[in-house]
């Protein structure tokens, strides 16, 4: 009997999960693209939903791997998944047509290969202050900008918080989309009256913690 093609691509997808799953951690994900959607996706322990058939989105890993034909990894902030993630993707042939085979990382994964930051250097007004990472209370992504705090003062930065995240020490901690904390600043973690999680921190301040990072929190915090 004569194997059809889609007997063909079932087996060369089969083959590629079995591959990967031999180095990428459990918790990883992987998806395959061929033109213009999904075809296969394997999900790992973490929140991602994507459907096969589903559309291939914008500036998403898949479609610069599908464009360019070359190998693309970044962090992806909330762009396709409902959490932020570390994604590479690698040009593949799937029954002959052009595809883009790409593996999700966990959220809390850090990209290796550049040190952990320092001190990042804060402008305010026309000075820019080199400040201790140690000192920084929290950091926060408003109006498409990037703004740290010290002892009540505001800094911005250049830096975006996805580049944040990869770079700093393993004392900050990603909340919410929008702000990344220094757990030695943490005073405690509550329940507002909807029974949504905050932390506040021993200066005050409430920070809201997202759904989509509450259980890395809970992992690190041990709660």
């Known amino acids: 009997m004569e194997t059809n093609n889609k007997d063909l691509e079932k087996e060369a997808l089969l083959q590629y999960k079995i591959i990967l799953e031999d180095w990428i951690p459990a918790t990883a994900s992987i998806a395959i693209a ?97 400040v201790p990472v140690n000192d920084i209370s929290y950091i926060e992504s408003l109006q498409k900008r990037t703004w740290f705090y010290v002892n009540g003062e505001q800094y911005k930065t250049t830096i975006t918080l996805k580049e944040l995240q990869t770079r700093l020490p393993n004392i900050y901690v990603r909340i919410h989309r929008s702000y990344i904390i220094n757990i030695h600043f943490i005073k405690k973690i509550k329940r507002d009256l909807s029974s949504n999680f905050l932390v506040v921190l021993k200066n005050g301040t409430e920070l809201p913690i997202s759904q989509s990072y509450i259980n890395n929190l809970r992992t690190i915090l041990e709660f």
Request: charged share 20%; glycine share 6%.
């Open 34 to 130: 061929i033109k213009d959607a999904y075809i296969f996706f394997s999900s790992g322990h973490h929140q991602i939903k994507l459907a096969v058939g589903e559309s291939v989105k914008e500036n998403s890993i898949a479609q610069k791997v599908l464009t360019t034909r070359s190998k693309t990894d970044a962090i992806m902030d909330n762009s396709l998944f409902d959490a932020p993630y570390y994604g590479i993707g690698y040009p593949i042939e799937i029954a002959k047509q052009p595809a883009a085979l790409v593996v999700v990382l966990p959220p809390n994964f850090i990209k290796p290969k550049q040190e952990p930051y320092q001190f990042l250097t804060g402008k305010q007004n026309e000075d820019w202050t080199p």
